[in-house]
């Protein structure tokens, strides 16, 4: 393996006390942290860890170090890694591939650097090593026992891949767990990403008209929070059962033509493409402010806003002024890209601790079953869920109901009626 390609290794000690403090909000991870360490599952492993380099990945980076693996990391987005963190892991002495503000060249000699430790197993957040494993290392991808994938964007393609019949090795779709989506996608997703947009712009919620579009697990914790705050929330679905879910939830529906020339801030958090478009842009108010935190930058169509300005500028960090021929200016956070990772922290360690322990205990269930499974896209499995759950409830001192034994008969006979 080369050596660490981070921003600046004196950053190594703020780091690890970041590191720390995030480590005192995730009981879960601990926990598993400590179970790994008796039982080193994953020695043997070799693990590849394409994921937004943060204080909570670190310390899903230890938990993993912690079970017997050896691990490479490399950021899984060019303006998410937090250098800092970067350089603390690369100071422990593992092999580090990630700077915030990588180019497009620089991000995937990133991911192909950490490629070097031939990896037995790959950790996604997006399918970007998957990606080039299959298109670039099928010698490497014979010899995988398995991956995960963190988000929705990555499972999706995954989920192409398999029904192309080119998926080449099992992965587990940890985002799907419902101890990460529910919280992670929901609770994380909502708050960090108001976060972003605060640290961009200091922007005041209350009294502003926000339109999110999506309405899925992050749309609606975004819109909940954005409610929350005092904003007039409305909201763009395509699928009808969700619009129905946003209507009943107390939100307007309509078609983005129609919410375009009364938000003054819009979101996308849809995982698909060219969501916001030119015909969009033509019809928002001066000073409108749109910005993304679905997986990649493609949801706001931004070579189609480079065609419509006449001048660009940087007006602040993470805020880039594009000025219309008519004199309207619109706003474009941090380039596009997933707004709470490139201007905030990104979710909270207490979401991020059942993201994680997902992950760490799907990494154990590849590196004991991964070689007997078939060439698909798995659930967590439902035992890893809810012990998960269990595991958060306890840390947070909360106890269920349990079933009283008439109950349980109850609930699984049908000749029980009134
Ligand atoms: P989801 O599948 O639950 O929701 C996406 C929603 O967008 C669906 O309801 C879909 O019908 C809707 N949609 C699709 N195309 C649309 C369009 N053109 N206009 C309006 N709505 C449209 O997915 P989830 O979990 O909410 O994730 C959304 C995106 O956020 C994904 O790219 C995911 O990878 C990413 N994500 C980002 C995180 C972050 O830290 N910023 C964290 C977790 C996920």
Redesign the pocket.
Known sequence: MQESVIRDPALAEAGEKRIEWARRHMPVLEKIKEEFEREKPLRGARIVACL?VTVETANLITTLVAGGAEVAVTGSNPLSTQDDVAAALAARGLFVYAFRGENEKEYYECIKRALELEPNVSLD??ADTIAIIHKEYPELAARMFGGCE???????RLRAMAEDGALLYPVIAV?DAETK?MF???Y??GQ??LHGIMQATNFLFAGKTVVV?????????FAMRAQGLGANVIV????PR?ALEAAMDGYRVMP?SQAAPLGDLFV????????IREEHFALMKDQAIVAN????NV?IDIPALERMAKEKSEVQDNVTEYKLDDGRRLYLLAEGR????AAAY??PPEVMDMSFANQALSVRYIVEHGRSLARSVYPVPAEIDRRVAELKLASMGLETERLTAEQEKYLRSWQMGT
């Open positions: 937004h957040d997006g963190e988000t929705t964007t990555g499972v999706v985002n989506m992670d996608n929901r994380g997703t960090s990403t579009a999506g309405y899925g697990w992050c749309g609606r914790g763009i679905e395509i699928e969700k983005l996308t958090l849809t995982g698909n493409i060219n969501v935190s679905g997986h990649f949801e997933l707004i709470n990772l990104g979710h």
